[in-house]
């Protein structure tokens, strides 16, 4: 792993437990800030806004720049980040997973652990222990790579 994607998912990881406040709101003050990190106020779906979020603060500390694009949405993430850290299969911790559910409709979050069974233990934005795509919390999840369109791998 890079330092950066090292130090990006210490940082997602350091939210777990974050809810929005009120619940189902896509608001509150750590919500907010994620979302204010890509341009946007309150009410927003935030999964990408909480990955850019993660790896703006960890390029910072590191004096750095993110590779991410400054967007909430999660396949134009996908669409328009740099081809060359765009993977579709064997991701590693650290990884970014992207999931399109069509329609314009994705989700997003950070792979911590490649389990034995060859599921994903992930840390997600705006989900929940249900898994849904438009939860109310930062969570741990464990996702099946068959649901994953690809992953993008912060190499700087």
Not at 1 to 12: C, E
Not at 29 to 36: F, G, H, I, K, T
Not at 127 to 146: F, H, L, Q
Request: aromatic share 8%; proline share 4%.
């Amino acid at each position: 792993m890079t330092p950066l994607n090292s130090l990006s998912l210490k940082i997602a990881q350091s939210q777990n437990g974050v809810e929005e406040v009120p619940k189902n709101s896509n608001a509150g003050a750590a919500v907010e800030r994620y979302l204010q990190s890509v341009g946007l106020g309150k009410g927003y779906a935030w999964c990408m806004a909480f990955v850019y979020w993660s790896v703006k603060e960890a390029a910072k500390q590191l004096n750095t720049t993110s590779p991410l694009i400054k967007t909430a949405g999660v396949l134009r993430q996908w669409n328009e980040v740099d081809p060359k850290l765009k993977i579709t299969k064997n991701p590693k911790t650290g990884d970014i997973f992207i999931m399109d559910y069509g329609k314009g409709q994705g989700h997003t979050g950070f792979v911590i652990e490649v389990l034995s069974n060859g599921s994903l233990k992930t840390i997600e934005g705006n989900t929940n222990d249900e898994g849904s795509r438009e939860g109310y919390e930062v969570c741990y999840r464990t996702r099946k790579p068959s649901q994953i369109k690809g992953y993008i791998r912060i190499t700087s």
